[in-house]
């Protein structure tokens, strides 16, 4: 059985600089159109519902965030196992761990169902969301929560593809939902007058249309990627590898939102001292930023996978070269985008909350501090992926735990706590100082690593 289709590139081959590129474009494109959904939900809720409605959704993010992402990070650790098994070129435990990985999401989704739909509302309580959002808050939640098992599923399928070479399926199923998504938040927010719960109905259901196109492309491969929906088991041994790489990149993911948890609380009140302008403002700012951040993300996720399929097939000499490649990269993807954000923020952020001029004043104030240094939270994502493409999952989980989570509430209990310094620009100023700190230390950690491999491997053989 042939491996890898002849429409997929060999991750294992040079050159990389062009191969990188080509693979990662359509992982951008794929992520913009993720982010488009969220966008359409609050343009459109912001020229047809007010800048209340564009907060109520923005005050669920770091939440859903939380829940979500330590299975999010298991759909890491499914593809980290494909790549690697692709690499080595073992068509068997590539089988086990396709079919191990899908009823893993199936699984997962119907856990984050049972306690996201019921407890929204008091986990937004505990949040200290204001009075007049919380309600709408909720119930963008508990929609939200009740189609998460799609959502799951594709990022599980899509990783699959994405570890096997294939980064121009996900991109032409999310072209599809995204149309999609944005027909059915005009339909449900103008016609039927569904407010925040529309917009959340219209990202499920188009959610789950591009969970079914990644099953269907599963399904039709012709290699070891092959999906047999009657072939669906957890394999013990292909389910402990995706937990040895998943498991600490989502518990990073859930740590990191904890931390985001608490920074949205800060921001609850500082909106409550100076109006929900601010919350608002911040919100679409965080919007458009995220933007920024999907652009340079896909160079982490060519780094897991190339190095991935690399470190499976022992070709160490290349994974410094794929890394190199990747930080150059996504420097200059993180000064083109932040920079872009910053010279055109008010438009943009006209776009979600033009009916607030103070809002728009608040989010420039948010932007003009992350997106002229955002390029550092890409070198620190890259080296983070660059590990786990090797197998190192708990390390840079350690690293990034104590370089961002940490040093953030640290500020945010000191620095942030001091009158002078009680400002939305002085809370954000946390997050590059801990990228600078946290990448640092992931590239000694990588260099120590990839020594001790390298004369492990040249030991055994």
Not at 47 to 59: E, K, L, M, Q, R
Not at 408 to 423: G, K, Q, S, Y
Request: aromatic residues 10%; proline residues 3%; positive net charge.
């Amino acid at each position: 059985m042939k491996l890898i289709k002849k429409a997929d590139p060999d991750l294992c081959e040079g050159p990389f600089l062009r191969k990188i590129i080509l693979y990662t474009v359509p992982i951008i494109l794929t992520s913009l159109l993720q982010l488009l959904f969220n966008a359409a939900d609050l343009i459109v809720l912001g020229n047809f519902c007010g800048g209340h409605s564009v907060g109520a959704v923005g005050a669920t993010g770091s939440l859903i965030n939380l829940m979500v992402n330590l299975f999010f990070g298991l759909s890491v650790g499914a593809g980290v196992c494909v790549a690697q098994r692709i690499g080595a070129k073992d068509d068997a435990a590539v089988f086990r761990a396709v079919h191990t990985a899908i009823p893993t999401a199936l699984i997962s989704g119907i856990i984050l169902t049972a306690v996201g739909v019921p407890f929204s509302g008091t986990f937004l309580e505990w949040m200290g969301t204001p009075e007049d959002i919380i309600d709408l808050s909720a119930l963008y939640l508990r929609i939200y929560f009740a189609g998460i098992l799609p959502i799951l599923v594709y990022n599980f399928g899509a990783a699959i593809l994405r570890a096997a070479g294939d980064t121009t399926g996900p991109l032409l199923f999310l072209m599809i939902a995204g149309v999609v998504n944005v027909g059915l938040n005009i339909m449900f927010v103008t016609v039927f007058g569904m407010d925040v719960g529309g917009v959340a109905l219209a990202t499920t259901l188009s959610q789950l249309l591009a969970c079914g196109l990644v099953l269907w492309r599963l399904a039709r491969r012709k290699d070891a990627c092959k999906l047999y929906f009657s072939k669906f088991r957890i394999y013990k041994k292909a389910l402990s590898e995706i937990l040895k790489v998943g498991l600490p990149a989502g518990l990073q993911g859930c740590l990191f939102s904890i931390s985001n948890v608490i920074i949205q609380s800060s921001v609850n009140g500082l909106a409550v001292q100076n109006g929900t302008a601010l919350l608002d403002g911040n919100t679409a700012s965080s919007n458009i930023e995220g933007f920024v951040y999907v652009t340079m993300n896909a160079f982490q996720q060519a780094a897991v996978n190339f190095v991935g399929q690399n470190y499976g097939a022992k070709k160490y000499e290349n994974i410094g070269r794929i890394m190199g490649i990747c930080l150059g990269c996504v420097t200059v993807a993180g000064l083109a985008a932040g920079w872009t954000a910053i010279i055109f923020s008010r438009p943009l952020l006209s776009l979600y909350v033009g009916d607030n001029p103070a809002a728009v004043e608040f989010g420039i104030q948010r932007i003009w501090v992350i997106g002229a240094v955002y390029f550092l939270c890409g070198l620190m994502d890259v080296m983070s992926g660059t590990l786990r493409g090797m197998g190192s999952s708990l390390t840079p989980m350690l690293i990034c735990v104590i370089g961002v989570c940490v040093l953030r509430l640290v500020w945010i209990w000191t620095v942030f706590a001091m009158e002078p310094f009680h400002t939305l620009q002085w809370l954000v100023a946390s997050w590059p100082l801990s990228w600078i700190a946290t990448f640092a230390a992931l590239l000694v950690s990588f260099f120590l690593i990839w020594k001790r491999r390298r004369k492990k491997a040249a030991f055994s053989s």
